[in-house]
DNA sequence: CGCTATATTGACTTTGCTCAACCCAGGTGG
DNA sequence: CCACCTGGGTTGAGCAAAGTCAATATAGCG
């Protein structure tokens, strides 16, 4: 089913009932929207209560400069819920765009809150989840702030293969990352060329290959050290993840 | 009262009823806890499930690296709440640390959830104040990752005096900014020493002077074009603020 | 097959970092 | 009351990381 992912994500944080799982699963189901990729997702004349799942293709929040720079400050890959908030802050202030083609499933604010009521350990998972996005988020100004180009690229790779794992899009020691060297400028805050070179160094390094918006882990543990990862972030249930 | 910052900048939200403030300047008003300057404010033994409500004082939101480099990731002034979630997440990834000497008002699960209850309208101005906290964050990101050292001084500086003066601590054209120049540097993602050089460069300008922890504004809008501003993401109930 | 995107490479510039010396103000203790 | 000490702040020289600009290659895609 459609909510698969977000099913596999929430397991990561503790064991749901399997009533749960299915209220869950029932979720994706319906009210689909596709966007293609490059475009926004937020467009005139979409209800903008509805909380969007994101079941198929990646997606980004960013902000952008008058200068025409860009800031990406988050990623969603399927299983993740972006809120558009707009019903408390009057206007958004920042964008959310398709990477790739995207395809959400709308869930009304009643859905959501018949939801809850009947499942409160999805509640609990939910809540995990919006906690865990933040602290991505802090993580990421760490890199930009404070890391190298290399460690920052390394640590973002890192958490990618991470999270694609939980919701079983990687492939063993493989996954797709279908982001340009221009999208991982936006998100380290490097430039493209900049962003290329980097990539060539971690491929030479020989931890992990990037070639073809496919990414090879071939040591995970020597590209965590690389990175200055630390697996506290992303607050896996059983801790510290092979 | 010392919840009163609290109230002051849950107003710029929209109005709240009279019965809501009290019931939120009833708050701060007991089991207060003092950290010195220097120090973190969560320490072993206490119990992570309060809710804290700086009542006085700058504390921060800090990451720090293997290496000893670190970035704050969230700035706290009076009037501002800091959950610590560890009810949710079992370890925390993060610390926080007291910028000045720090006091702060230990709010219970049980208080908040009678508050909230009591209080439709004070739920609504938690949720956008945790919204706008989260925009702030990305603002953040969008300085570190794209904008110049000056852009990004001038920004944050922008930022603070307009927190500063909706919680009423600043003095017409003029606030008081603790922050040492490595302070800055871990919030700005530079040097202590590029922190130093980047606000003579400021002073220059002509736009805002910051000596002796004072900041005081000669020209917003100058500073505001200066620093790329957008007031949007403090999402002030009347929109642009003079 | 050719078009457009993206990626790669190179030469050169700039921003911000490093390291190190020095200064100043405020607090402390004799 | 003064000498000292310490924690910032300031300055300078040299360096490294990343940016800029521009040309060229490659790869998908229609």
């Given at each position: 089913m459609a909510a698969d992912h977000l099913v596999r994500k929430l397991r990561a944080f503790g064991p749901l009932p399997q009533a749960s799982t299915d209220a869950l699963g029932a979720l994706?189901?319906?009210?689909t929207r596709t966007v293609p990729a490059?475009?926004?997702?937020?467009?005139?004349?979409?209800?903008?209560?509805d909380i969007y799942l994101i079941t198929d293709g990646w997606a980004c929040r960013y902000k952008m400069l008058d200068t025409g720079a860009r800031q990406i400050v988050g990623l969603f890959i399927p299983g993740d819920l972006c809120d558009l908030h707009v019903y408390v802050l009057d206007r958004l202030d920042h964008s959310i765009g398709a990477i790739t083609p995207v395809t959400v499933a709308r869930i009304s604010q009643a859905e959501m809150d018949a939801l809850c009521d009947a499942h409160p350990r999805v509640v609990r998972a939910f809540w995990w989840d919006s906690l865990v996005q933040s602290s991505i988020q802090h993580e990421w100004m760490l890199s930009v702030g404070q890391r190298t180009a290399l460690e920052s690229l390394a640590n973002l790779l890192c958490e990618l293969f991470l999270r694609l794992r939980t919701i079983g899009e990687a492939d063993g020691d493989r996954c797709a990352v279908p982001l340009t060297h221009a999208q991982f400028g936006d998100i380290l805050g490097l430039t493209e060329t900049h962003v290329g070179r980097t990539i060539k160094r971690l491929n030479a390094g020989g931890c992990a290959t990037l070639k073809r918006r496919t990414l090879v882990i071939h040591d995970l543990a020597g590209l965590k050290t690389l990175a200055r990862f630390n697996d506290l972030y992303l607050h896996r249930a059983g801790g510290t993840l092979p």
């Open positions: 994706g189901d319906r009210r490059g475009q926004d997702l937020i467009s005139e004349g979409d209800d903008p209560r």
